[in-house]
């Protein structure tokens, strides 16, 4: 089966620790993307990734860190720098179709509360 | 910077109606706009993806079309039923953004009832 992997799917956390969110992807895809979605808000991109060992930030990356050391997979980090934590956490992934032309695939989601 | 809005924010329906979900988008330059379907809880469903030089995608019961230049798309649903209750979203990639970084709104949040 073909797709976006997140785990967990639950995740609970003290105040102060950091944590790490998995994606992975079995699709071939160059591009990884994670946003982060709060109630009643569109999703909001942290960092996104075309390549191996190349990463960009998004509009909200203050207080987060990734890695990409394998295509397959492009794992979060949320530290202790960021300041609100509790979100569901949203990874993706993107073949190109043609030039500037990227279709979105989305995994299930990671919800993390921090108390 | 583009701005993606939905209306209505929320929606109730009886079964059997058919029904249109508004997106607009402040910046006309796309390379696309894509629809997607969240049920509470989970990830995002692709439902179609529209080029910009596309006016519009079908897909079983649903079609939605492209206005790029006025910055408006609408997702028609035909002969709703109960299991399409879900939030939906619409996104937009901008012409010259990188690495396909989409732009999303807030979605509306459709209830069909039977």
């Known amino acids: 089966d073909g797709g976006i992997t997140q785990s967990p799917k639950y995740l609970f956390r003290k105040e102060g620790q950091n944590v790490t969110l998995s994606c992975e992807q079995n699709l071939n895809h160059d591009a990884m993307y994670w946003y982060r979605q709060d109630p009643g808000q569109g999703l909001r991109l942290i960092y996104y990734s075309q390549i191996v060992n190349d990463f960009q930030k998004g509009d909200i990356a203050e207080g987060y860190s990734v890695s990409r050391e394998k295509k397959e997979s492009f794992p979060l980090t949320v530290t202790s720098a960021q300041k609100n934590p509790t979100a569901f956490y949203l990874c993706?992934?993107?073949?190109?179709?043609?030039?500037?032309?990227?279709?979105?695939?989305f995994g299930p989601g990671t919800r993390l509360t921090v108390t | 910077k583009q701005e993606v809005t939905q209306i209505p924010a929320a929606l109730s329906v009886p079964e059997g109606e058919n029904l249109v979900l508004n997106c607009s988008f402040t910046d006309s330059a796309i390379y696309n706009l894509q629809w997607f379907r969240q049920d509470p809880g989970k990830g995002l469903t692709s439902l179609l993806l529209i080029q910009s030089s596309q006016r519009e995608q079908t897909s079983g019961r649903l079609n939605a079309s492209l206005d790029k230049s006025s910055g408006r798309s609408t997702l028609y649903i035909a002969a709703s039923q109960p299991g399409d209750s879900a939030t939906y979203l619409c996104?937009?990639?901008?012409?010259?953004?990188?690495?396909?970084?989409?732009?999303f709104g807030r979605g509306t949040q459709l209830t069909v009832w039977p």
């Open positions: 993706a992934s993107s073949m190109v179709i043609d030039r500037g032309s990227y279709e979105q695939y």
């Open positions: 996104a937009v990639r901008r012409e010259g953004s990188t690495l396909g970084r989409l732009y």
